[in-house]
């Protein structure tokens, strides 16, 4: 019997932080997204300064300006959308602002990262975040944003 106790209570003990994760903090700004992706890339190790690891890089170059597709699927319109670093724009009841854009400077492996955060603004409710991270150019299924009416793509970064 004291054997099922101790198995029982190893059980308990290690699995409660899975089952009590909800509880945590959990929201992550965009710097540290940010400084998670890059350091990624790299293999570094963090740094402090955020933009240190990109400035200083041969293969990634900080752009000003970026530009995303942005769909009504209801309405089948599209729009393509050019933002400054920092900007905000509206697409019908969703606001989109650019955080940064990255490119890849890889004549191989083009790409573009591009950190969003997307806000859904509807009548006589709070703003409800509804996506705040990179997505990429080249792979439109890595970073998804999952929304019943509208779909954004990042295109590019200059």
Avoid: R
């Amino acid at each position: 019997m004291k054997p099922l106790k101790i198995i029982l209570a190893f059980i308990i003990f290690t699995c409660s932080p899975i089952i009590f994760a909800e509880d945590l903090d959990s929201i992550a700004t965009t710097e540290d997204i940010e400084n998670d992706i890059f350091n990624l890339i790299n293999n570094d190790p963090p740094v402090s300064d955020s933009n240190q690891n990109i400035t200083e890089s041969t293969e990634f170059k900080n752009c000003e300006n970026g530009e995303i597709i942005a769909l009504n699927k209801i309405t089948a319109k599209s729009e393509k959308l050019t933002f400054k670093v920092g900007e905000e724009k509206y697409f019908g009841n969703i606001q989109i602002k650019l955080h940064k854009c990255v490119k890849s400077l890889d004549p191989y492996k083009e790409d573009n990262y591009l950190l969003m955060t997307v806000t859904e603004y509807k009548i006589d409710e709070d703003p409800k975040l509804l996506f705040q991270g990179w997505m990429t150019s080249s792979s439109i299924s890595l970073s998804t944003f999952e929304h019943p009416i509208y779909e954004i793509f990042a295109q590019n970064c200059f």
